[in-house]
């Protein structure tokens, strides 16, 4: 799903083989954004000879200097000052910075200021020098008595600082890009949008869900997986006994409460894995369930690696929009909506639909898209 036509410029890899990416951090801190990065960066050299040197932009992070080959620096405080000594300084040769923006991975209330201002020095410093921004979230909302509320104006005008300041723009969603494409008003007419891809692999030659174990996989970080136990009770309890689930498999950082049986079947706790661990289980498994807002799945890793892997994802949380080609009973199954019951016959359907959206925008197709955008001209 690549909406912005990427065809009509040249690329130009001999004026470049390396770019700088500004993450907020990357592993062994357990965060989506870094490892969206990473691999990206590791496809991209693998694909195109295209090297990242990453600069961290949290001054607490702990980690190795090297990851995988590629040379990491972190900022020492955040400011734009810090910043702007680790990002390439040559003034006349063609320089490419490729931000990863979250804004609050850069900053605890959302508003990088810091962040913003240092590339917009960086920028003014030098004639060619570009700036590839991909808006993994733009702004927040929130009701009155939220934070979100009262930052939410900054937010959004450091976001529209940005979006003017980019060259190019990609995102996640299409409601996104059409958000940017109104902050650059007129800047940036056609947006580049990229569901996120797997960040535990994409396996081949998957077997069908007949074939595999009846286990039932529940992935991710502290707050979805919370949210399947704690909201979600009556809908995994029915998707147990619709598909017939012998094995209940929790994986991700562990939870802060007692996890009990579901339908007598007790839920075994693996903690964090390896992107390779997990792939192998869920190669192994037949479902995926989520608490995830479905209009939001186009940028959920969850959901990216339960089709990537050919699971049948289940969830609960719709609110009657489909959004970023995804069809709910389609591409994913509501636990909690529908009057007959789920089997693996219509499982085999939903996954396989499922995994033929994802491929559309798989990791080796979304490098395709990068390297366009990072090595051409503006």
Known sequence: MIDA????????????????????????????????????AVQLRQDFGLVNDFVI???????????????????????????????????????????????????????????????EHWRKAGTSRHLVTMFHEIYAFGSIWTSQFWTSPLQRNLAARLVCLSDRCLTSKQEYAEIITKLGQGKHPKVA???????????????????????????????????????????????????????????????????????????????????????????????GFFNYPTEFLAKSTIFAAYSAHRLLPIGTWYKGQDLDGLEAGKHYWLGDKYQYRMNLSIGQTVADNAYAWYQKHKLSVQADAFVTYLTTGT
């Open 5 to 40: 036509p990427i065809l009509e410029v040249e690329i130009i890899m001999s004026d470049l083989d390396r770019i700088t990416a500004i993450v907020p951090r990357l592993p062994p801190a357990v965060d989506g954004v870094g490892d969206y990065a990473l691999n990206l």
């Open 57 to 119: 932009g949290d001054p607490n992070w702990s980690g190795d200097p090297f990851i995988r080959g590629f040379t990491v620096n972190q900022v020492a405080e955040q400011s734009s000052a810090a910043l702007l000594e680790l990002l390439p300084n040559e003034q006349h040769s063609r320089t490419t910075v490729l931000l990863h923006y979250v804004g609050y991975g850069y900053a605890k209330r959302g508003c990088p200021l810091w962040l913003i201002e240092g590339l």
């Open 193 to 287: 949008t990229l569901p996120v891809f797997s960040n535990v692999g994409e396996p081949e030659n998957l077997t069908s869900l007949s074939e595999r174990p009846r286990r039932l996989v529940i992935f991710g970080g502290r707050g979805p997986r919370s949210r399947v136990y704690q909201d979600s009770q009556l809908a995994l309890q029915r998707t147990c006994v619709d598909l017939e689930i012998e094995e209940i498999l929790d994986i991700g950082t562990p939870l802060n409460f007692e996890i009990k049986p579901v339908n007598n079947i007790p839920v075994v706790c693996l903690g964090v894995k390896s992107a390779e661990e997990i792939s192998n289980l869920f190669s192994n498994s037949v479902a």
